[in-house]
């Protein structure tokens, strides 16, 4: 029987989850909010056609790079300290960004974001693992902060247009600003400070150096097919020297005592069905939003903020998703919960493949396909964050959760880059040009492409993931950073049947 008292935050962190909810929406919206802006930043700080897209590709660049990296110093040098480091990066980038004059200070600030963004992504998640006890309280916390995240993304494509008509390019940087100053006023009382138990461990200097190389080369690479045809000498090269950087790094990590990633995670089943479900998923979620986006405003014609405004049924059908998920989880366990909402995403973008003609309707094209898409990928959420960290000790949950999210942007660019091809391919072959119908069936073929990601993504866990996985709390362990709570906040909901000599 659970506990009642399970469902409530740990005491003493009860500004603990806005913070973290306000990490992944910040994350996320940075991630699309300038897309509907670049028109007016090119015209106003003078951007070449060419050099544009380096707003939104410097972000994805430090971010993507970083990752590993956040997570791994979130173990190191405390979880609390990272994410007040982390949110005064991001913020005081996003100033300069917002008064930027030149085309380089953008880019630069734009990159600098990015680098902020890596050191929150992974904290939020690994202060969820740590913070909360395994059931009601943590599946609750987990559905609200992927929730957040895909309504981030979501609102980004909204809030870019409304802030550009209304207040300019700049606001869309600047937007950042309060929230940031509101969130480090509430990390510092709702945190829960770092306190390390151990020797401190040392940071595997070669090691990140490998994987942020890999990982910036490997995404730049993918961002610039648009620019370079996958065949091309450019392309080719670029995404070979990110697999032999890549292939450097797990050698060092294998021969490492203390490695920024151990590989052995990997030999966690939940974990590694975890990774392999965000690296497809997202796949076809970021290019989902992307062919949503164009099909809005270059077949229906919608405006900016009229396209932004379609977005809400998908934030809804999150947010829904992910409460059933969380309320069921604990009943019917993770794979098959992957597995469902896995299915039901792609049922949506089957949908949206069949409707997406030149004469489409909000209602038949956009509002049901939406709804069924964003119902299915909400319920992964919770699951996908329960996986992740099954098993991983609590010295490195942060190392788990950077893991993921590297899953999930590298999952994020390859699928874009991929699904663009595909969707041009599709529209140059047509005979018609660019007209409203060549491009709705270049969208059409992405969207199936979009949805067969998700089958596999299902397929994958089905076969990977265990039948049932016990969600036993990450332990504090020597040279471990734990909170000031007492360890009794992370135990006390471990299943009665697993006897005390099994908890590790």
Same mark, same amino acid.
């Given at each position: ?87 005064? %990066? ?156 890549? %292939? ?257």
């Amino acid at each position: 029987m659970v506990n009642p008292a399970d469902s409530k935050p740990p005491p003493g962190t009860r500004w603990l989850l806005p913070v973290l909810l306000t990490v992944q929406f910040l994350v996320s919206l940075d991630m699309s909010v300038v897309n509907i802006a670049l028109p007016d930043i090119g015209d106003d700080l003078g951007f070449g056609a060419d050099s544009l897209l380096w707003v939104v590709n410097a972000y994805a660049l430090a971010f993507g790079g970083l990752l590993m990296l956040g997570g791994r110093l979130a173990d190191l040098v405390g979880r609390r300290r990272t994410l007040i480091a982390g949110f005064a %990066v991001f913020g005081v980038a996003s100033l300069v960004g917002g008064l930027a004059q030149t085309p380089g200070q953008l880019v630069a600030a734009r990159a600098v974001q990015g680098a902020g963004a890596a050191a929150l992504a992974p904290v939020a998640l690994a202060l969820i693992t740590v913070n909360y006890a395994p059931g009601p309280a943590r599946a609750r916390a987990l559905g609200l902060w992927g929730a957040a995240g895909a309504l981030g993304g979501a609102v980004g494509v909204m809030a870019g247009g409304l802030l550009t008509d209304l207040a300019g390019w700049r606001s869309v940087m600047l937007i950042n600003v309060p929230v940031v100053l509101g969130a480090l006023a509430l990390s510092r009382r709702g945190v829960p400070a770092d306190r390390r138990t151990g020797p401190a461990p040392r940071l595997d200097v070669v090691g990140a150096l490998l994987v942020t190389a890999g990982m910036a080369v490997l995404v730049l690479g993918l961002v610039r097919t648009e620019t370079y045809a996958w065949g091309s000498g450019t392309t080719l090269g670029t995404l070979g020297a990110a697999a032999v950087l890549l %292939v450097a790094f797990a050698v060092v990590e294998s021969r490492k005592r203390e490695p920024l990633l151990r590989l052995g995670l990997l030999r966690n089943r939940p974990v590694l069905s975890a990774n392999a479900f965000a690296l497809l998923m997202s796949s076809g979620q970021f290019a989902a939003f992307y062919f949503t986006s164009l099909y809005l405003q270059e077949v229906m014609s919608y405006g900016s903020t009229r396209a932004g405004a379609a977005f809400l049924p998908f934030c809804v059908g999150v947010v829904a998703g992910s409460v059933i998920s969380a309320r069921k989880a604990g009943r019917f366990g993770e794979r098959a919960i992957l597995v469902t909402g896995g299915l039901l995403g792609a049922a949506g973008f089957v949908w949206f493949a069949l409707t997406v003609g030149p004469d489409g309707t909000f209602l038949g094209s956009i509002l049901g396909p939406s709804l069924v898409a964003s119902v299915g990928i909400g319920m992964c959420f919770v699951p996908l964050g329960t996986a992740a960290t099954s098993g991983v000790a609590a010295e490195e949950t942060g190392m788990a959760s950077g893991l993921l999210n590297s899953s999930r942007q590298l999952g994020g660019s390859l699928g874009l880059a991929v699904l663009v091809t595909v969707a041009s391919g599709v529209t140059g072959s047509t005979g018609s040009g660019r007209g409203p119908g060549a491009l709705a069936d270049g969208y059409a073929t992405a969207f199936g492409v979009a949805a067969a990601l998700l089958v596999a993504a299902a397929v994958a866990t089905a076969a990977l993931h265990p039948a049932r996985t016990r969600a036993l709390p990450a332990e504090t362990s020597l040279g471990a950073l734990a909170p000031e709570e007492s360890p009794k906040n992370l135990g006390d909901d471990v299943d009665p049947g697993v006897s005390r000599s099994t908890q590790r």
